[in-house]
């Protein structure tokens, strides 16, 4: 599953991610922009026993969430 | 980062707080937001309330901060694009909402760490904000996406801002300085720069947000921004008892005891923070790493304290009685009831509008 949250503000990057966890996904590739976001969706994914992939795409920051 | 490290950074930014109220900030105000961008408000001689004009080097310092450690960490980035002028009309509303309080959720802790009742019971309104603006989040609320945008976009505001500050250095008869009240009393200028700076890097590095930390602990159950609140709220709690300043009471100086509105105007703030996607302190860290929408904002919440002012919305401090004068129960005029209530509908409307799916 992919989830796109570049240029959304706080706490909507978290929410979108929350809701795809609650989805019951195993993998989830987050596409986001802003350096707090990546904090707080980490933080986030770790909490709710995800292992956390991180690497850079451009501008942007990827990360690759899995169970 | 954890709960109990934050917890940590928080105490050292009240240490700091605490700190400038030493050296000579207005005591129950030492890092208040909106207190300090409505002095600069008064310093550049958008409003006339004669007694809070300074062009407080503090803010200037967060947003300096903020640049300097995400540039240095590769974090700036330029970016605008999410509806930029609801975010102006929101910050105004902020402050607005925070100039009838008088102080905005930085000056509540603070107030609430001296042992004033008035700021506590304030604080009832300012969660009740958050929790209403959270609702707008669960139903999907959202400004839309900011774009990454010339670098110059998110570099003018802080380069301008320094120079303005500069300026007010260098011309100081250009303008508008307190000689009595609140903007009168100011540590030394290198001293609030320097502390604003070291503020504003630790903000930056570790998310300081007053709204969100609240958000946070209701919506998705994590205290870690709480924690920070936290520990500003005790340093700055051991440092007035050590001064002999903790004293239970209603208020204190330049507050007032008008519960229902100091509740409705932190409501606003609460609320408002939550559709901005951060409180006042928040805003200018963003600006700070490159957001033209969080610069937007801060013009808003320039503009929002010339208005409140200007407009007589702000209230007005209560005080006792003494020899000379009789006590004075402060709080909003009329035209500042008005001005909350427009708030509050303003806020709803927003609210609504940004839960509506758009192509």
Not at chain 2, 286 to 303: E, F, K, N, R
Request: aromatic content about 10%; hydrophobic content about 55%.
């Amino acid at each position: 599953m992919e989830v796109d949250v570049r240029g959304l503000s706080c706490p909507e990057p978290v929410m979108q991610v929350a809701a795809a966890i609650r989805s019951g996904a195993e993998e989830i590739v987050v596409l986001l922009s802003e350096a707090h976001s990546v904090a707080n969706v980490k933080n986030y994914a770790i909490e709710h026993g995800y292992r956390v992939r991180e690497a850079t795409k451009g501008f942007d920051y990827l990360l690759t969430l899995e169970k | 980062m954890k709960a109990r490290k934050l917890l940590l950074w928080g105490i050292l930014t009240g240490l700091i707080a605490a700190a400038l109220a030493y050296f000579g900030n207005p005591k129950n105000m030492a890092i208040c937001i909106a207190c300090f961008v409505r002095d600069i408000s008064g310093s550049l001689k958008l409003h006339q309330a004669a007694a809070v004009q300074y062009f407080r080097p503090e803010i200037v310092g967060f947003v300096l901060g903020s640049f300097i450690i995400s540039i240095a960490k590769g974090e700036f980035r330029s970016t605008a694009g999410s509806s930029p002028m609801i975010r102006f009309f929101l910050a105004m509303a902020m402050m607005i909402g925070a100039l009838v309080f008088l102080g905005c959720p930085t000056r509540m802790v603070l107030r609430m760490a001296s042992g004033e009742i008035s700021a506590w019971i304030g604080m009832i309104g300012f969660v009740g904000g958050v929790a209403t603006g959270i609702f707008f989040l669960k139903k999907g609320y959202s400004l839309g996406r900011s774009q990454i945008t010339k670098k110059g976009s998110g570099l003018v505001f802080p380069v301008i801002f320094a120079l303005a500050f500069a300026a007010t250095l260098v011309f100081p008869q250009k303008f508008a300085f307190s000689e009595s009240g609140p903007g009168s009393f100011h540590a030394p200028w290198l001293i609030s720069l320097a502390a604003g700076i070291v503020i504003g890097v630790i903000a930056q590095r570790i998310r300081m947000c007053f709204a969100g930390g609240v958000r946070d602990a209701i919506l998705i159950k994590n205290f870690d921004l709480f924690s920070i609140v936290v520990g500003i709220f005790l340093s700055m709690t051991v440092y007035n008892a050590i001064q002999g300043e903790f004293v239970v009471r209603m208020f204190g100086p330049v507050a007032h005891a008008q519960h229902l509105w100091n509740i409705l105007g932190l409501y606003v703030v609460g609320f408002s923070s939550i559709l901005l996607g951060g409180c006042p302190l928040r805003q200018l860290i963003l600006m700070g790493q490159g957001s033209s929408d969080s610069g937007v904002a801060v013009l808003g919440m320039l503009v929002g304290a010339a208005v409140a002012h200007n407009f007589g919305f702000a209230a007005s401090p209560a005080a006792a009685a003494t020899a000379e004068a009789a006590a004075v129960a402060g709080g909003p005029g009329v035209p500042g009831m008005i001005a909350v209530v427009v708030c509050i509908v303003f806020l709803f409307a927003v609210g609504i509008h940004g839960t509506k799916r758009e192509a």
